[in-house]
């Protein structure tokens, strides 16, 4: 972390840990720039490797209590990088295979690329997919985003298993991103889901 002093970086890291949004922001400008270059290298796909450093920091953020426990949170992103790539350069095989029997043309529209992000919309849109959650999933989300509970808080309060609730929102998530897709902003579901 450059001039950063070891025991802010700790801090840091705890805060992140806790649930504190400006550490863990924080943490994702300090380190994205250069994951994202490294899941370019991985996708051979800038799209794609946004959307794997977008994932990746989603599931650090749902796994955000295991933080204090990595000794080496370099090392420990890398390796989420990694798995998210992988998982994503196989589905795209799969997706190429399938589709061999097509002329398949990518039309990139000038306007997308130039289309000023209206984030009151976007948080609109995310509110409006949460609402579309079966009722559980719903209280998950809110009991997580809203309420900021950690994963066993929310455990404990359902009555659920941990992995139970973390699989529930990473359901939910995926779920929204889906719907975000839908107008076109999939690529923002990160920092919709930092500043909702």
Same mark, same amino acid.
């Given at each position: 972390?450059?001039?950063?002093?070891?025991?802010?970086?700790?801090?840091?890291?705890?805060?992140?840990?806790?649930?504190?949004?400006?550490?863990?922001?924080?943490?994702?400008?300090?380190?994205?720039?250069?994951?994202?270059?490294?899941?370019?290298?991985?996708?051979?796909?800038?799209?794609?490797?946004?959307?794997?450093?977008?994932?990746?920091?989603?599931?650090?953020?749902?796994?955000?209590?295991?933080?204090?426990?990595? /000794?080496? =949170?370099?090392?420990?992103?890398?390796?989420?990088?990694? !798995?998210?790539?992988? $998982?994503? @350069? *196989?589905?795209? +095989? #799969?997706?190429?295979?399938?589709?061999?029997?097509?002329?398949?043309?990518?039309?990139?529209?000038?306007?997308?690329?130039?289309?000023?992000?209206?984030?009151?919309?976007?948080?609109?849109?995310?509110?409006?997919?949460?609402?579309?959650?079966?009722?559980?999933?719903?209280?998950?989300?809110?009991?997580?985003?809203? /309420?900021? =509970?950690?994963?066993?808080?929310?455990?404990?309060?359902? !009555?659920?298993?941990? $992995?139970? @609730? *973390?699989?529930? +929102? #990473?359901?939910?998530?995926?779920?929204?991103?889906?719907?975000?897709?839908?107008?076109?902003?999939?690529?923002?579901?990160?920092?919709?889901?930092?500043?909702?």
């Amino acid at each position: 972390m450059g001039k950063q002093s070891l025991s802010n970086y700790q801090q840091l890291i705890l805060s992140a840990s806790e649930g504190d949004e400006n550490a863990f922001a924080h943490i994702f400008y300090e380190y994205s720039p250069a994951l994202l270059s490294f899941a370019k290298k991985l996708s051979y796909n800038s799209i794609e490797a946004e959307e794997i450093i977008q994932n990746v920091f989603l599931r650090v953020w749902l796994h955000r209590d295991k933080l204090a426990e990595v /000794e080496n =949170l370099k090392s420990w992103l890398y390796k989420f990088v990694v !798995n998210e790539g992988l $998982s994503y @350069v *196989k589905k795209r +095989l #799969v997706r190429e295979r399938a589709n061999l029997h097509f002329q398949h043309t990518t039309i990139t529209s000038d306007n997308d690329i130039d289309k000023t992000v209206d984030l009151n919309e976007l948080k609109r849109i995310v509110a409006e997919a949460v609402e579309l959650l079966p009722e559980q999933r719903r209280k998950i989300f809110n009991l997580s985003r809203g /309420e900021e =509970l950690s994963i066993d808080e929310i455990s404990e309060q359902l !009555n659920l298993s941990p $992995s139970t @609730v *973390k699989n529930t +929102l #990473v359901t939910a998530l995926k779920f929204i991103r889906n719907h975000l897709t839908t107008y076109g902003y999939a690529s923002y579901v990160f920092i919709v889901l930092l500043l909702s």
